[in-house]
Structure formats: C-alpha cells, structure tokens
C-alpha cells in the first residue's frame, strides 16, 4: 500500500480504520454505520462470555462453589455427549 494513497470514503471518523477497505464495505456511511455498531455489541458479549468463564472457574477452585462443570469447554462436550 503506497503511502498517501487512501480510500475517498474513508475519512477517519471510526477508530482502527487505516484507509483499507478492500471489500468495499464503507461505502454507505449508513451501512458502515450499522457495521460499527454490531461489532461493538459483539465485542460486549465477547467480554461478557470471557468474564462468565473466569467467574465460574475461579469460584470452583478458589472458593469450593460447586458448579456442574466449571471448565467450559467441558462444559460445552456434555451438550453433544449421550443424555446431555
């Protein structure tokens, strides 16, 4: 990417865009808009299920608060396992 060579429709108004938009996808400030918004909100649950997997596997050791299974990538095989 040379230097100096950046998109129109891209004028810094978003943190993290560097004048890459490849897929063309800020093309409509509108829908570029509603792109910004849905990452955030990803961005929350993403925090939010970090936090969940923490809480339960610190209360488990640290704290002896029973729980069905603290580990949660154990706790995500019983789904798929027979009876679960």
Request: charged share 15%; proline share 4%; hydrophobic share 40%.
């Amino acid at each position: 990417f040379s230097a100096g060579a950046t998109f129109a429709n891209l004028i810094g108004e978003y943190p993290g865009y560097y004048s890459r938009d490849t897929a063309d996808l800020a093309a409509d400030p509108t829908t570029l808009a509603a792109y910004y918004d849905a990452e955030l909100i990803h961005a929350r649950f993403s925090m939010l299920g970090t936090l969940g997997c923490l809480t339960s596997e610190l209360l488990t050791t640290h704290a002896d608060v029973p729980f069905g299974e603290s580990l949660w990538f154990q706790a995500g095989a019983h789904i798929f396992s027979k009876g679960g």
